[in-house]
């Protein structure tokens, strides 16, 4: 019996983590949208049926925010109110359907092949699944006891930070292996390493081999290349520009920025130098577990982007390493983005 309070213990935490990261998310898109006085998306969202504006964009979020926040809360209760419940409960089912309606979005826009996935999984079905957890456990009284100990107080924490974690992950994981590619003005590259020598990385080459596919395609007209100067001493940016013309793109097509620094100095050069250049969308490249940070911080930028994953030639090395980063990366970009100044 013990056992089995601790195992209900870990599963109830797992499942408030995971409905507390959306909240804390859908929160600090509600004060971005405020902020930018524009829309901002969900960072780990449910679609928005309430308008592209700016207060629509405020009260979907905070309406994600209170539902699935009570529903963290609630959870973990023992004798939750009734009222509180039945409340949640509503809220919860309404987000069930939109959550069916998006998966269902999703698949008939796969099977019309407009977009293209790796892992035909919408991120709709994990919310689903939570928020069906979400009704189902709040219909049952906790078993934890009313008393609660170190090693249930542990166990809590932990559950919620393994819950969080899991929600984020599938989000970068189901976001990233999708291909959205469509006509667009420009492709931009997101640098990587390049070697003391001036040959690009394995990484490297198969982003750019993804941006110089889109342009035979007739994808884009342009593909701007963003990279900084790393420890060998050699520009990112200059080595990918030399790189593209070798495979046959040619010079005056190619738009460098070489002050690339990170993704969100990549990001605030390409709207700078789309505007120079007037082009109005973009194609942005880089590998899978990498966009879903890129597709926030493009959005936080103003630009008109869509992502396209690097076809990967190999598995990477250390490419479980730079998942998890990633991960972590998002969910900090995620919550700091009401924080950051916007130059729009």
């Known amino acids: 019996m013990k056992s089995r309070r601790l195992m209900s213990v870990c599963g109830r935490s797992c499942l408030s983590g995971a409905s507390l990261i959306v909240a804390l ?3 600090a898109s509600a004060l971005s949208a405020l ?5 901002a998306e969900p960072c780990v969202w449910i679609s928005n049926p309430l308008g592209t504006g700016e207060w629509g964009s405020v009260a979907w979020n905070v309406l994600l925010t209170v539902v699935l926040g009570f529903a963290a809360a609630a959870v973990l209760m023992r004798d939750p109110p009734g009222r509180l419940t039945r409340g949640v409960c509503f809220g919860l089912i309404a987000l069930a359907v939109r959550s069916v309606f998006d998966a269902v979005v999703f698949f008939r826009v ?6 293209v996935s790796s892992l035909p999984v919408p991120l709709s079905l994990g919310v689903l699944a939570v928020l069906l957890a979400d009704v189902f456990l709040l219909r049952r009284a906790s078993p934890s006891g009313r008393k609660r100990n170190w090693i249930t107080t542990l166990l809590t924490i ?8 899991l929600m984020i992950a599938l989000h970068v994981l189901t976001f990233g ?13 997101l640098g990587a390493q390049v070697r003391s020598d001036g040959s690009v990385s394995l990484a490297l080459s198969d982003r750019l081999d993804t941006a110089a596919e889109l342009f035979r395609e007739g994808r884009v007209r342009f593909v701007l290349v963003s990279g900084a100067t790393g420890v060998e001493g050699i520009n990112e940016a200059t080595a990918m520009r030399g790189y593209l013309i070798e495979a046959g793109l040619p010079a005056d097509r190619l738009l460098v920025d070489p002050d690339g620094v990170n993704t969100l100095a990549t990001a605030r050069n390409a709207r700078r130098l789309m505007a120079e250049h007037r082009l109005k969308s973009a194609l942005v490249v880089s590998h899978y577990f990498h966009l879903a940070r890129c597709k926030l911080l493009f959005e936080e930028q103003g630009v008109a982007a869509v992502t396209v994953p690097a076809r990967m030639s190999r598995r990477l090395m250390l490419e479980q390493y730079y998942f998890a980063r990633e991960c972590v990366g998002y ?3 995620a919550m700091t983005r009401p924080l950051r100044p916007v130059s729009l």
Request: charge should be neutral; glycine fraction near 8%.
């Open 331 to 333: 969910l900090w970009y």
């Open 177 to 189: 292996s999708t291909d959205y590619r469509r006509d667009a003005d420009v492709a931009v590259v």
């Open 158 to 165: 932990t559950g919620m930070g393994i819950g969080q974690v």
């Open 110 to 115: 796969v099977a019309r092949e407009e977009i």
């Open 35 to 39: 902020r930018w006085q524009r829309a």
């Open 25 to 27: 998310t859908s929160f």
